[in-house]
């Protein structure tokens, strides 16, 4: 006969690290209404005698939320009634070989624990259900004749961290780390960690738990740049290890948002790199760090080239999730049939020719960070629907997966097409695109901000000089004409296109109107003073412009200027000549 009794101490390690991990009460039960397992609270505050007809109806039905715990009509005749202590109770059957032996319970005594559990009702029974589970494959371990491999109580148990979005790192005594969950396992690789070292840093942590029983937070803060805890599991009054707990995911409590605010002090920084001065792209700039504490969905429209890509990297960076990916996904260079498993990854065997052990998708791999959705507008109407589900159910299932992971993914999508005509057309879901289009942000068009050229240019200039190794001193002034009066139909990436056309071309090292594709000098340039027989204006003007650059680079005391010449590859009386020539 298989009892729950039988195998106390193996399950009062499942539910002391469960409730550890899930900051829950919990309880097994058995068939009669007594207590086998539980936390301390749940003993203290109900008893050892559970309400028998309220453990029937669990036993079978199966599974039961009581959110009104007192009042409900499965209360009935409990000592409980109308008072109970409890604010909410998820319950679970366990059953061995199709029997109902006793009950699971996932219980909160707290105003918080009943707001997150009723939030995430069905992520925490889903857990339950992995519990119930893995506490049926330990029973059955202990009945005669049916001795089953601990391996598999241990998959089930991984396979409940696994669903959960906080990364948890589980150590023994000595700190070493045993057991890492999805989350953990990806926050490794982004940070370039090995286990060991999170050990190494978990050691000193470890001396305040023996002495406390105490979780003990952020002891790794400096270098996970995450709140973390690390709570102690203890066994007869003895310290076995911990459960290290990074919060990442939507569990989360206040404490995340005292971290994001302190984080976002990089903001000013991240956002400079959207190069622009005019009124148009201030506004943008605006915007972008208006919304770096927020998750809201972004939508950025503009012409192709504008820099819609670049200006969603600006806001990741700029925002509190600038420690997690950024991860960009092209919705139009995906093959229609690869695209639902690039988004959601797929499952071990899920279809013939996919890879050993499966693939995380997009969402997953932007966990806790921002997920950019370029050209939105070309996803196929099929995916957009599963794609609406996510958003607004925030879990990602995999591809021939039985499981939900739960995401915490800020999307930022782009589009060069208007969305609203696509709509009226039917070629793009009214639903999505509202839900998209939470946070809209248009970026407008270069010939819409021609005062950007100049400075856009520059940055392009000293962008690829640097690479190439050179140095430009400058634009020259026509060079900057007729960059100023093109059309730039390929907006800011046909503009650095240009400028790196020109500096292969350039052999000096200042740019001029000649080294720039011709289809920009088959347009005049400015005023038509300036476009006479003027080659000597011209190297007149780049000469200007090479040595206002230097200048501003070394200064214009004495020792500047001997750096301007040394740079120029002139004497220091030319130079002077030359100033005093160009009228500088
Ligand atoms: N304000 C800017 N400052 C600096 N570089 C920029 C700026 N805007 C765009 N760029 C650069 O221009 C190039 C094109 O930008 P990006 O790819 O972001 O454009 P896009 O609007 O997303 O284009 P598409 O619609 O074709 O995908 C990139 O190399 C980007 O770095």
Redesign the pocket.
């Known amino acids: 006969m298989v009892s729950l009794d039988l195998c106390k101490p193996a399950i009062e390690k499942v539910i002391t690290s469960i409730s550890d991990i899930l900051n829950v009460d919990a309880a097994v039960i058995n068939e009669r209404g007594l207590l086998v397992v539980s936390t301390e609270r749940y003993l203290k505050q109900k008893g050892e005698n559970v309400h028998v007809p309220s453990i029937e109806f669990v036993l079978a039905k199966g599974q039961y939320v009581v959110d009104k715990p007192g009042s409900m009509e499965m209360c009935k005749g409990c000592r409980f009634l109308d008072s109970c202590p409890a604010k909410v109770e998820l319950l679970s059957s366990i059953k061995v070989a199709n029997h109902a032996i006793g009950v699971v319970s996932l219980t909160s005594f707290t105003k918080e624990g009943q707001n997150r559990l009723s939030k995430h009702t069905e992520r925490y029974q889903q857990i339950l259900t992995e519990i119930s589970e893995m506490i049926t494959v330990i029973v059955q371990s202990h009945a005669p004749g049916q001795i089953e491999s601990s391996d598999e109580s241990m998959r089930l148990l991984e396979g409940a961290l696994d669903t959960v979005a906080d990364a948890y790192f589980t150590f023994d005594r000595s700190g070493n780390v045993i057991h890492t969950n999805a989350s953990a396992r990806r926050l490794l690789s982004q940070h370039e960690l090995l286990p060991a070292e999170i050990s190494r840093m978990l050691l000193p942590s470890l001396s305040g738990m023996a002495a406390h029983s105490l979780p003990i937070a952020n002891c790794l803060v400096d270098k996970l740049d995450a709140p973390t805890e690390a709570t102690p599991i203890i066994v007869n009054n003895q310290l076995i290890g911990g459960v290290l707990r990074v919060q990442r995911g939507s569990l989360t409590t206040p404490r995340l948002i005292d971290y994001q605010g302190s984080r976002s002090s990089g903001k000013a920084d991240s956002l400079a790199?959207?190069?622009?001065n005019s009124p148009a792209?201030k506004q943008v700039k605006e915007m972008a760090m208006k919304i770096g504490n927020s998750s809201s969905t972004v939508l950025i429209t503009?012409e192709?080239?504008?820099?819609?890509?670049?200006l969603a990297k600006a806001i990741h960076e700029a925002s509190t999730r600038a420690y997690y990916p950024f991860v960009a996904i092209n919705c139009a260079s995906i093959p229609e049939n690869l695209f639902e498993s690039e988004l959601f990854g797929y499952e071990d065997g899920a279809f013939t020719g996919a890879k050993k052990g499966g693939k995380p998708g997009r969402f997953e791999m932007a966990e806790g960070g921002t997920l950019f959705l370029?050209?939105i507008g070309d996803m196929p109407l099929s995916l957009q629907a599963k794609l609406l589900r996510v958003l607004q159910e925030k879990v990602v299932e995999r591809i021939g997966g039985t499981r939900s992971f739960p995401i915490n993914v800020r999307i930022i999508a782009?589009t060069?097409q208007n969305l609203e005509e696509l709509v009226e057309k039917k070629a793009f879901r009214a639903d999505l695109y509202y839900r998209l289009n939470v946070i809209p942000i248009h970026?407008p068009s270069l010939a819409e901000r021609k005062e950007d050229i100049e400075l856009?240019a520059v940055?392009f200039m000293e962008k690829y000089g640097e690479q190439a190794g050179r140095t430009f001193f400058g634009i020259a002034r026509e060079a900057i004409n007729l960059l100023t009066h093109y059309h730039w139909p390929g907006n800011?990436?046909e503009l650095?296109n240009a400028i790196e056309y020109a500096m292969n071309m350039e052999q000096d090292s200042v740019l001029t109107a000649d080294s720039l594709p011709p289809r920009l000098r088959a347009r005049p340039p400015v005023a038509p003073s300036h476009s006479g027989p003027a080659i000597k204006a011209r190297v007149a003007d780049a000469q200007a412009d090479a040595i206002r650059a230097s200048l501003q680079k070394h200064g214009n005391d004495l020792k500047g200027k001997q750096r301007v010449a040394e740079e120029l590859g002139i004497g220091l009386r030319t130079l002077y000549r030359k100033l005093k020539l160009l009228g500088i």
């Not at 790199?273 to 622009?276: D, E, F, L, P």
């Open positions: 790199q959207i190069v622009g792209i503009g192709t080239g504008t820099g819609k890509g670049h370029d050209e782009a060069n970026v856009l940055s800011v990436r650095e």
